[in-house]
């Protein structure tokens, strides 16, 4: 009885959460003075499994070379980090959230990393973005230290609504609906998410 008690606690809570969370995504004028990082980031980051049961947070508005540093510190790995990460175009970028998990196979463990990039409800997601968002997952397949280690990369840009093109690009035959860019050899699969989508 304990146990239904407190699963009935933790589903009306998120309920709630849920209630609470879409007037600041959808309303019509809510959305346009909610805060990217103030106000929305920190909301999510208290709320990991609005992402699945299976994660935990990791990073949590860090750089990639952060997401190296625990990346390593999870596999156990004996590497020392004396270089920062950087994308393609030699700059730093700066991750929203990062979840993990392992996955358990046959004889071996694998990790998965999920890394979100969150955009505020008024912003569409747009090629900007996705180059962003692109840049992050270029400059993790790039950099040998994440190499030749069995895990998978997962990354999600989040917001209201996307553009024209970018919908275009994440509606493909060939593809499950979303998904942005796609590299089975190096793991890493970049979808493209509305907020709808994940409230749903």
Do not use: C
């Amino acid at each position: 009885l304990s146990a239904i008690i407190s699963a009935s606690k933790i589903i009306a809570d998120r309920l709630e959460f849920i209630q609470g969370l879409e007037p600041l995504i959808f309303d019509s004028e809510l959305k346009h003075a909610v805060r990217e990082r103030s106000q929305l980031h920190r909301i999510v980051a208290e709320n990991v499994w609005m992402f699945g049961e299976q994660y935990h947070l990791s990073v949590d508005d860090q750089s990639l070379t952060e997401v190296l540093k625990k990346h390593v510190a999870a596999r156990g790995l004996e590497i020392e980090i004396d270089e920062p990460v950087k994308r393609p175009d030699g700059t730093r970028g700066i991750v929203d959230l990062m979840f993990s998990r392992n996955i358990q196979l046959a004889g071996s463990e694998e990790r998965e990393h999920l890394i979100v990039e969150l955009k505020r409800p008024d912003v569409k997601i747009d090629a900007d973005i996705a180059n962003q968002i692109e840049s992050y997952a270029f400059a993790v397949a790039e950099d040998e230290r994440f190499l030749d280690v069995k895990t998978k990369w997962v990354f999600w840009a989040i917001s209201a609504d996307m553009d024209s093109v970018v919908r275009r690009k994440v509606n493909q035959r060939d593809r499950a609906r979303g998904i942005l860019f796609q590299d089975d050899e190096q793991r890493i699969t970049i979808w493209v998410k509305t907020w709808s989508q994940v409230v749903n």
